[in-house]
């Protein structure tokens, strides 16, 4: 069946007029790019100011000495001249960094040990005009003056403290002290900033659960000054791990510091004491290890009728050690 000839006429019509449309959104882009390409290039032909950041590459540096200040790393260079000229050096191919030579001698040497550089930011416009070229116009450097102090190379040896936090699995504890190596570090350095180091820290190092041996780097703080160098960045850890078991044993109770013209009785006369121990040292405890004491050194009668109970003697292999009673009674016999 044939379609109407209105109809077709309709058709025809609406496809005309979306012809029509697109052809006059294409010129309306055409022209605004065009207008925008106008702008940009009137923009850029037009003078402005920048500022420009120039790596600083520092050559021949005395080996021998150390920084009492922190090297700038970088110029802050402000520029004018054309948008055309600075959008190239701003976006184009990478900044070489500008490279000083700190000789020997242009070094102010004096009677202390310690030594000088001076170098005027304008005596390097010859050597950032060969890298931004002779277009643009230098208006300002910063730092103005680059001035580099050094003094003697002073060595210290520092203790290292781990930041540790460690947790252990039941039954499970550590079987001894953990052990770093190494336990210090050589800190070098200007010895006013050497004398202000007390210790070295670890970054800290949080360990859950724990129940077996452990061994881990550990790695250094980051050091807050430049001016101050560590000789290592890394420790090593090792923490020994064993199954612990709770015991307990009952020892005489002994007593000191009694005047002559005292005696004195305890009440009880033995006392318990609560440990932990690792299972293969089980069988090594006897209450000869243990030393239970009450002192009456300075004990004055009447005050108190209750004395501590002080445990004066312990092995170097049981951990949480306690004792019951913690106070005992007493009798006076004059």
């Known amino acids: 069946m044939k379609t ?196 070295i820290k670890t970054e800290p190092v949080e360990i859950s659960n724990l129940d077996r041996p452990l061994s881990k780097i550990l790695d250094i703080e980051k050091i807050k000054t430049s001016n101050v160098s560590y000789s290592a960045d890394k420790i090593y850890l090792t923490v020994q791990v064993e199954e612990y078991t709770e015991s307990s044993m009952t020892i005489p109770l002994q007593v000191q510091g009694v005047r002559p013209e005292l005696q004195v009785r305890v009440l009880p006369e033995h006392v318990t004491v609560s440990y932990r121990v690792s299972l293969p040292d089980f069988s090594r405890v006897t209450p000869e290890m243990f030393t239970a004491l009450a002192d009456f050194s300075e004990f004055e009668p009447g005050v108190t009728n209750k004395i501590r109970v002080q445990l004066t003697k312990i092995p170097y292999f049981v951990k949480s050690v306690s004792v019951s009673p913690s106070m005992v009674s007493y009798i006076l016999v004059k």
């Open 4 to 199: 109407p000839r209105v109809f077709r006429l309709f058709k025809q019509r609406d496809e005309d007029r979306g012809k029509s449309l697109n052809r006059r959104f294409t010129t309306y882009i055409i022209c605004c790019l065009f207008a925008l390409s106008f702008w940009l290039l009137l923009a850029l032909s037009r003078n402005y100011e920048s500022r420009v950041q120039f790596e600083i590459d520092y050559q021949n540096l005395p080996a021998d000495k150390a920084l009492l200040v922190t090297l700038p790393h970088s110029f802050n260079i402000t520029l004018n001249g054309k948008g055309f000229d600075l959008a190239g050096l701003q976006f184009g191919r990478p900044k070489l960094p500008v490279q000083i030579n700190i000789e020997s001698n242009s070094i102010i040497r004096h009677s202390d040990g310690s030594m000088e550089y001076r170098l005027p930011s304008k005596s390097l416009i010859p050597d950032f005009n060969k890298i931004i070229g002779s277009d643009l116009e230098i208006v300002a450097i910063d730092p103005d003056t680059l001035h580099l102090s050094f003094t003697d190379i002073q060595l210290k040896r520092v203790p290292v403290h781990p930041e540790l936090k460690i947790s252990f699995s039941k039954p499970y504890d550590m079987k001894g002290d953990y052990k770093i190596f190494p336990d210090s570090l050589t800190v070098s350095g200007p010895q006013s900033q050497v004398d202000l180091i007390k210790e």
